[in-house]
């Protein structure tokens, strides 16, 4: 399905959560538009050379709009693969945004010539070809074009443009794992669409393009701590993404120096993002905690918005690494997890790596990509209704990755109660995401909320479990709560806390006894007291106290009111104590 536009106006269809735009109006390919014109494109140019290339590369090209800033400018993106009007199972889905901050220009600039690039190159070029044929690419050259056209060339360091028009960071406007709900920044309507698009389509890889230094910063860009800068935050996955930024910057003709900017000093031209700087509310661990997107911000100029002069050199500095970055979309391993008898693909089955606490989900095929640095792994695919099928995995150093399939056998039900699938820890961001899928199966009987925050800012989650009206408290209906880790390094009850919400959810109006519990009482899970705590604690840890305490090193069960001992002998309330004794 295309959108078609003509000269008297235009028509939108949907494909894949896309807007698709078409032109049929004849463009001819000026020396302003072609790709070897180094200049700088406002919103309508940028539009018509997109729309010139849809027209000249139609076989791999297809251009469409996620949505629309403030001002009504369209959220751009080009679709390019050997098969533009389908999903082919198999092939990964990349994307680059760019121009996030309007006067961050040479992101935009160097995207636009990097489309030109894939479609002058395609059938002539090998790798070229290879990448475009098994990957499903995405590129936005402009998720701030109102920004953009309040800036100004020669504006190194000065910050017009850098919001959108409603005087808003984009960067800074994306839910965030670290923050208390009453700090969570409202969605920009640039924010909203790229968070519909990150959560609709299974990226599996993402580069976002800034200015102002040269570098690429990976995961985490904030921390509970909020520290101004200084303080590693890494992720599940840290060994992976400082492969991913290397992978960019050891390609990139003068990144992986570290020091081209004044005040750089980054070791390879990589850092930790809230290493350098904090950056609460950023896209890139939006990606990581809210999908299987794996993104990192690449930083790449001195001058945010350069002179024109300059754009050349910008882009022969990008081009070989913002090949590289994509083909890195393959490596690990990827396959598809089938149904055994059927030989079906098992769409939404969850892919688990040991000792790694993030899972991806496979896609509608069931086809999955899982990103790993070199090495040994076990690996373990899960699906409701079906045995767990688990692999010893080696994942060779290279690009092309390694093939392993799940043929996963049915259960047999028999009347069996339905049982949890994955069998791990759960930090706070994986917790919050169990959580939050339980209400979405469950939607009419269940009920997630915060009754507080602890002292770092992490949510004290309940949730909620009734037949009837889940918030409300009605006549007659018994109350119960279960409380768990309220000692953070006490992890057992918090993850059969999470267990239980699985369980009740998959198994009401399935069997009697759970049925008749929810349709009668109003319960309530907690799976943490402590989630700070519990952030300091670590696998393995048999005798030692670290994590016991809240982050103000209070025992909270010894912080309550008692009988014998009033507050002035027991410490001071804690944030956590005192949400509970509320609730």
């Known amino acids: 399905m295309l959108v078609l536009v003509t000269e008297m106006g235009k028509s939108s269809v949907r494909f894949g959560g896309v807007r698709l735009i078409w032109a049929v109006i004849a463009i001819t390919a000026s020396a302003e538009l072609c790709a070897g014109s180094f200049k700088h494109h406002n919103y309508r140019a940028m539009t018509a050379y997109m729309r010139h290339l849809a027209m000249e590369c139609r076989s791999i ?22 098969h533009p009007d389908m999903i082919e199972p198999g092939e990964p889905r990349f994307k680059y945004v760019g121009n996030m901050h309007g006067n961050e220009v040479v992101g935009r600039e160097v995207l636009l010539h990097l489309l030109g690039h894939l ?5 002539r070029n090998e790798t070229i070809t290879r990448l475009v044929d098994t990957t499903d690419i995405r ?16 504006g190194c360091s000065e910050g017009h443009g850098r919001e959108n028009a409603n005087g808003v960071d984009l960067n800074r406007n994306f839910p965030d794992q670290f923050l208390a709900a009453a700090k969570q920044p409202r969605p920009e309507p640039e924010t909203r669409a790229v968070m519909n698009w990150i959560e609709e389509e299974p990226f599996v890889l993402s580069g976002n393009l800034h200015g102002g230094a040269v570098v690429a910063s990976y995961p985490f860009d904030d921390s509970s701590s909020h520290k101004p800068t200084g303080f590693y935050s890494g992720a599940a996955d840290n060994d992976m993404f400082k492969l991913l930024a290397h992978t960019y910057a050891d390609h990139h003709r003068t990144m992986w120096r570290g020091n081209l900017c004044h005040g750089d000093n980054f070791p390879g031209g990589i850092t930790n993002g809230a290493h350098w700087y904090d950056v609460p509310g950023g896209m890139e661990d939006y990606n990581y905690l809210h999908s299987n997107c794996f993104e990192v911000t690449m930083e790449l100029s001195c001058c945010k918005y350069p002179p024109a002069g300059r754009l050349e050199t910008e882009w022969l500095n990008n081009r070989e690494s913002l090949v590289a970055f994509m083909l890195a979309v393959h490596r690990g391993v990827k396959g598809f997890v089938r149904d055994r008898l059927t030989k079906d693909g098992i769409g939404g089955a969850i892919v688990s790596v040991k000792r790694i606490h993030h899972d991806v989900t496979a896609a509608q095929f069931g086809d999955y990509w899982r990103l790993l640095s070199p090495g040994h792994y076990y690996v373990t695919a899960h699906a409701k209704g079906y045995e767990s099928q688990s692999k010893l995995v080696d994942v060779p150093n290279c690009t092309d990755g390694v093939v392993v399939d799940f043929s996963l056998r049915p259960l047999a039900t028999g009347g069996k109660l339905e049982q949890p699938l994955v069998y791990r820890h759960h930090d706070q961001a994986e917790m919050r995401k169990v959580l939050e899928s ?11 909320h915060s009754i507080g925050t602890s002292v770092e800012g992490r949510h004290l989650w309940v949730l909620e479990f009734v037949a009837t009206a889940p918030g409300e408290h009605r006549p007659g209906v018994p109350e119960f709560k279960y409380i768990a880790n309220m000692h953070g390094n ?15 959810c998959d198994n009401y109006g399935r069997d009697e006894r759970v049925t008749r519990l929810i ?31 809240n982050a103000h090193r209070v025992d909270l069960n010894r912080n309550f009111p008692d009988h014998f001992h009033p507050y002035q002998t027991r410490g001071r309330p804690q944030k956590e104590t005192v949400a509970v004794e509320r609730w």
């Open 119 to 123: 479609c002058s190159q395609y059938g």
């Open 490 to 504: 006490e992890v057992v009850g918090r993850e059969m806390l999470l267990l239980l919400a699985e369980y009740l």
């Open 438 to 448: 339980v209400v979405r199966r469950c939607p009419r009987i269940t009920l997630l």
């Open 519 to 549: 349709n009668t009482t109003r319960i309530h899970l907690m799976p943490t007291m402590n989630p700070d705590g519990y952030a300091r604690s670590h696998e393995g840890d048999l005798h030692s106290s670290r994590g016991r305490q």
């Open 139 to 154: 590129i936005m050259p402009s998720m701030n074009p109102d920004g953009y056209e309040r800036t100004r060339e020669h």
């Open 61 to 82: 090209f297809r251009l469409g709009s996620i949505g629309t800033s403030v001002e009504g400018r369209e959220l751009l993106v080009m679709r390019v693969t050997d």
